[in-house]
């Protein structure tokens, strides 16, 4: 249950507090913890009318509402303005005014005349600029109470300031192709119901939408065409100009010298498919989501989830900012923001920092296999225009890597001379002398890389985790109060290595399932609260734990929806192919078993084989093998590390707590280091962990984490071998800046 606690921090905000300890956002223990004021603390208002003058205070939806600050929904005419909208200002507030909802619209807890009485934060936003960071407008009130405690600046606990908040109908982690697909699916649906109103906001912990995304990518168009039919039409002016359709297309299998070439199966071929520079392609996606509705916020980075009383997710929080390394406030500092949904949609991509939390605490992994991963790290270029073949694909497996690891590497030829190569090498391998970052420089000194590279010019580079796990890894993606999509739960077709098209179906399947799912509860609640009415005792209502009873959604239909969709076909004929590299034949085994499955069996089998271990477990002593001597970089193919990561426009303040969270550096070096040699320097491809020599220390070492450098690739959190590394959001808007990747 909440109560409107005050509404004096800004024009368009509300701010609400929990009243029932455990409860959602967990703003009452924070308080509590805090000894808050009984004036900070929070109050029930059971029935009757508040200070915002709301009846009912219920922990539902339409009860939060009630207490909002009057403020517009975005119209038609808003979001058709949002279009052609370039300066930063325009974009800043969402308080423009309303248009009347539509005179079809069905009447429901989402109809306008509540909606219309929803909050509206106050957020800066920053496009295309840098540093772009996350802005928020900070009321006058907090500013005071933060003046206030300075005076007693060592008892002053920052969680003792309550969060901001706002409530929406769902709310979606992540701005990738999982979450921007759910969102437009979304308000597509809701827009064609005549409830424009109907909430979804989207959080991007990138400063700008497509920042952070780095993939291929070559993309298999169905889910696009779904989702924005005339995404390619010459007559639609906001079609995506970027893509290259795909053309010649061959599997090699590489020695140190040669390529051979092997047959490609069927189903890996690229025809109909698209050669695009992800990134590009997610930004265009967010400029849609807005077209539609969506209130996209990049440069927020969920730090938390929060939960109901009843243990379901009801949304989720932003970290705090302008907190200093040693863990005390600044002056920059702002208290995060709580979002507050009925549907909360975990699109965070590939081992989210949350979306682990989520599945630990409902046990989604229960009846699956481990996840297992690769790092996929990959560079731009600009090539000489008479080795530039528009369209070309290439993959190849073999040389460099170990003929008893999973992995192989892509060339792909796009735009104006482009080429994007990279190399993704699984994360079970065993060896810690192994960097798949040399990995990947070695592989460009292959005379199939080079001879397209020479002359060339290296413009970007970027690294990112993939889902390697397939159909036997994915957990239960429905949990009370919201669904994993994307990535997250992983849908990547590993043999394939595409994973877009599945991200943007799972997203457009949750949001079906969601809109189904409030809009039957909404009818349900709306019967229920007239019931309540007229019993004049709300109260009765409500389960112990202030809940109105049946107010938790719960996604089944999407996980059916899962089951009958072509992403579970697809992953299904392919479930064998990644596991049988898994034996002690490595490469050769599981090339001819794959093979055999591809253009004979085609998943038509009875078995399916496991992964026994997560990646991490696979990691063998450094004194089982022998160090790999990596070649120096030349400068003009192959890079040093420190060079390639400014190519990625990676910015983090550094007077900020380490988001690479290690509770004892120092215990770590003692557990870590004699076994493993220092391999979280060489599996990380930013350079962001060192063993710095230091004679007091008991291993001559001393552990360094240089986290600004990180470029949030999360292979650390996978890798580490005593899993003692906690990736968490930096700051919003921090991280890398990518460019075409
Ligand atoms: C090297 C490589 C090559 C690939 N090649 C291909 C290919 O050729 N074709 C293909 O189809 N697929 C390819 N893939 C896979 C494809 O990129 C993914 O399947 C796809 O990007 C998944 O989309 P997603 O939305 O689930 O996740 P992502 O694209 O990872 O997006 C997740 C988003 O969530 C944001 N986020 C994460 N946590 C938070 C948080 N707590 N708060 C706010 N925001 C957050 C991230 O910044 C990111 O923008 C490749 C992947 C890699 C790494
Ligand atoms: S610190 Fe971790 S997440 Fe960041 S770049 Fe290195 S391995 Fe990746």
Redesign the pocket.
Known sequence: MFAAASASSGPAVAVRVCWKAGGCGAVLSAVQAAGATPAMAPQRSASGPTPNGAANQRWNSSALRRTAIPAAAPSSSSIAGRRNRTSRTSRTSHTSPSSPSSPSAPPSRYSHSQSSRRPRLAIARVYNSAPSTQTRFFSESRRRRMADVVEDEDSFDPQSIERESDMVDVCIIGGGPAGLSAAIRLKQLANEAGNEDFRVLLLEKAGEIGAHTMSGAVIQPDAINELIPNWLDEDNPERFEFATPAGKDSMNFLTKTMAIPLPMPPQMHNDGNYIVSLNQYVSWLGARAEEVGVEVYPGFAASEVLYAPDGSVCGVATNDVGIGRDGKPKDSFERGMEFHARVTLFGEGCHGSLTKQVIKKFDLRRDSDPQTYGLGIKEVWEVNPEVFEKGKIVHAMGYPLPYDLYGGGFMYHFGDNLVTLGLVTSLDYKNPWLSPYNEFQRMKQHPLFRKVLEGGKCISYG?RALIEGGLQSIPKVAFPGGAIIGDSAGFVNVPKVKGTHNAMRSGMLAAEAAWNALNTDADAAAAEAAEAAETENAAAEEDEDGRVKGDTVFLYEYEEALRKSSIWKELKEVRNMRPSFQTPLGMYWGVLYSGIEALVLKGRVPWTLHHKHADHENTRPASQFKKIDYPKPDGEITFDILTSVSRTGTNHEEDQPVH?QVKDWDKHTEETYPEFQGMENR????G??EYIEDASKPQGVRFQINAQ?????????IKAPKQDIN?QVPQGGEGPKYYMT
């Open positions: 690294a690479l599996f990380c491809p930013a962001v962990y450098n990180c470029i949030h690739c999360k292979t650390c959190d990736w």
